[in-house]
C-alpha cells in the first residue's frame, strides 16, 4: 500500500468514524466494537477505512443493512395501503363523490354498483377475521382434547397397575387359614402386620393421587386465572367432580360452602380437610370423602362367574 492512498483512507476514515459514532447512538449502526454478537463482516460491511481510536477497525455498513430499516417500513404500508379494507374504503368514497359532483345516469349506475361492492368487501373481511378466530378456537378445543386422552391413557395404566397389585393380595387369606391350622401365632401376626402397613401404604398412595387428580381439576375450573369462580366456572367445576369415581362428592355441601368465598383457596380448604393431620382444616360434614379401599373377599365375590360381566372394578381411576 503506498502512501498516497493510505494517506486517503486515514483521513477519509476520522469523518466516517464519526458518522459511525453517530449511527451508533442514533440507533442506526450495531456496536460491532463492544456488542456480545460477532456480526459477519462480509454481510454488514464492505470496505476499510482507517483504524478508531483504540487500534480497531472502522468498517462501512454494508448495502443490505442501511436498507433492511426502509425496506420493511415500505411493505408494512403497502399492506395497509392496498389492503382490501382500505381499497374498498377508497372506492366508496370515490362513488359517492362521483354521484354528488357528476350529473349523469351511467355514472350514478356505477358508482351505486361500486359502492355496493365496497360494502360486499368490507363485509366479507369481517367474515374472514371471525372464521380466524374460531380456527384458533378450534385448534385450541383439539390440544386440549388431545390432552385429556393423554391424561385418561395415564390414568388408564394406573388402574392396571392396582389390578395387578390387588390380585397379588388374593393369596393372603388362603396364607392365613395355613397359619391358623399350624396355630403359629407369631407368624400369623406378623403377617396381619405386614397386612396393616401394606393396606396403608396403598391407602397413602391412593389418597396422594386422589388429591393431584382433584387438584388438576379445580385449577383447570379456572380459566381467567384470577383464583376466583363465577357462575359458570362453578358448574363446570361441579360437573367435572361428578366425574371422579374415587370420591364420594356432596354437592350440596359444595354450592353453600362456595355461596360466601367462591374462589380457589376455598376449594383447596376443602380438599385439604380430606387429610387426617389437617384437624384446622377439618369440617364437621366433609365435602369430599375418598371411597374405602375393598378387600380381598370383596373383590373374590365380584369375580365369580355371575358377575364376571358386571364386574364393578376398584372404585379408582387413576
Known amino acids: 500500500m503506498n502512501e498516497s492512498s493510505r494517506g486517503n483512507r486515514d483521513s477519509g476514515g476520522g469523518s466516517l468514524r464519526s458518522r459511525i459514532i453517530a449511527g451508533q447512538q442514533s440507533g442506526l449502526y450495531p456496536e460491532h466494537q463492544h456488542h456480545s454478537v460477532v456480526y459477519n463482516p462480509g454481510y454488514l460491511y464492505e470496505e476499510v477505512y482507517g483504524e478508531d481510536n483504540d487500534g480497531g477497525v472502522a468498517k462501512k455498513p454494508s448495502r443490505q443493512q442501511l436498507m433492511a430499516g426502509p425496506m420493511n417500513c415500505l411493505t408494512s404500508c403497502r399492506r395497509t395501503v392496498f389492503s382490501p379494507a382500505v381499497l374498498s374504503a377508497v372506492?366508496?368514497?370515490?362513488?359517492?363523490?362521483?354521484?354528488?359532483?357528476?350529473?349523469?345516469?351511467?355514472?350514478?349506475v356505477a358508482s351505486a354498483l361500486n359502492l355496493g361492492m365496497g360494502l360486499l368487501v368490507l363485509l366479507q373481511q369481517r367474515k374472514l377475521r371471525r372464521m380466524g378466530n374460531l380456527r384458533r378456537e378450534h385448534d385450541d378445543l383439539r390440544r386440549r382434547a388431545n390432552f385429556f386422552y393423554q391424561e385418561r391413557e395415564r390414568l388408564h395404566r394406573a388402574q392396571e397397575r392396582?389390578?395387578?397389585?390387588?390380585?397379588?393380595?388374593?393369596?393372603?387369606?388362603?396364607?392365613?387359614?395355613?397359619?391358623?391350622?399350624?396355630?403359629?401365632?407369631?407368624r400369623l401376626t406378623e403377617i396381619v402386620e405386614e397386612q396393616k402397613l401394606v393396606h396403608e401404604a396403598i391407602r397413602k398412595k391412593i389418597q396422594q393421587r386422589v388429591m393431584q387428580q382433584l387438584l388438576g381439576v379445580v385449577v383447570k375450573a379456572d380459566r381467567d386465572r384470577d383464583f376466583a369462580l363465577g357462575p359458570r366456572e362453578i358448574e363446570l367445576l361441579v360437573l367435572?367432580?361428578?366425574?371422579?369415581?374415587?370420591?364420594?362428592?356432596?354437592?350440596?355441601?359444595?354450592?353453600?360452602?362456595l355461596t360466601d368465598d367462591p374462589s380457589i383457596h376455598s376449594v383447596i380448604r376443602m380438599l385439604r380437610s380430606m387429610q387426617e393431620r389437617d384437624d384446622e382444616y377439618r369440617y364437621a360434614e366433609p365435602v369430599f370423602v375418598i371411597k374405602p379401599i375393598r378387600t380381598a373377599?370383596?373383590?373374590?365375590?365380584?369375580?365369580?362367574?355371575?358377575?364376571d360381566d358386571e364386574r364393578p372394578g376398584l372404585g379408582f381411576s387413576f
Open 91 to 108: 372506492a366508496m368514497i370515490s362513488s359517492l363523490l362521483s354521484i354528488q359532483f357528476v350529473d349523469s345516469t351511467v355514472v350514478t
Open 162 to 186: 392396582l389390578d395387578q397389585t390387588l390380585a397379588g393380595l388374593h393369596y393372603v387369606p388362603q396364607e392365613l387359614h395355613k397359619l391358623s391350622k399350624n396355630k403359629d401365632v407369631h
Open 240 to 257: 367435572r367432580l361428578r366425574s371422579v369415581q374415587d370420591i364420594e362428592f356432596h354437592e350440596e355441601r359444595f354450592r353453600e360452602m
Open 297 to 307: 373377599e370383596e373383590v373374590a365375590k365380584d369375580q365369580t362367574p355371575e358377575s
